[in-house]
């Protein structure tokens, strides 16, 4: 299998969730290296809006970092910017010095934990993802979203 993001717009949360569950963490790792990495990335972080359950997010207000390591020699880890207040959810287009939770991880836990075959709390316990700042907003995170799984 692989992950294409030219068909991005026409698969399913659900089938990008069979796909990514169709690849080892070596050929994630080896794909998130390549020329493919930020189309693919871009696409991930920009379905979290569309995931997004305003009615688990009633008076919270957090922006939430996700530091993607594995990148390439020159541009070795990426950061994305989730913001969630008044029950919406954005992505920032640059994000800024200043989060309220930041989690860092290396591309197969980030994928794993956006289909929904991860568990992020467990992934922390054992050193996959690194977290800074407010655990608790950390830990509500994942509950905020419709996570499609495979």
């Known amino acids: ?12 949360p659900q089938e990008f969730a069979r796909t990514v569950k169709g690849m080892s963490d070596r050929e994630l790792s080896e794909t ?21 359950r305003p009615e688990r ?7 939430v ?7 390439p ?11 969630v207040a008044d029950g919406t959810c954005t992505i920032s287009e640059t994000p800024g010095e200043s989060y309220d939770a930041s989690l ?4 197969p836990e980030f994928m794993k934990i956006a289909t ?3 568990n992020p709390t467990m992934l922390a316990m054992r050193g996959k993802i690194k977290v800074r700042g407010d655990l608790a907003l950390a830990a509500k995170f994942p509950t905020l979203f419709d996570i499609p799984k495979a």
């Open 32 to 52: 998130m290296r390549g020329e493919l990495r930020i189309p693919i990335l871009d696409a991930v972080f920009a379905r979290f809006p569309g995931l997004f």
């Open 1 to 12: 299998m692989e992950l294409d993001p030219t068909t991005f717009d026409t698969m399913t």
């Open 65 to 71: 970092q996700f530091r993607i390591t594995g990148g």
């Open 57 to 63: 997010a009633a008076g919270l207000h957090g922006t």
């Open 73 to 83: 020699d020159e541009r070795p880890h990426d950061t994305y910017e989730i913001v």
């Open 104 to 107: 860092m991880m290396a591309p």
């Open 116 to 118: 929904g075959r991860g």
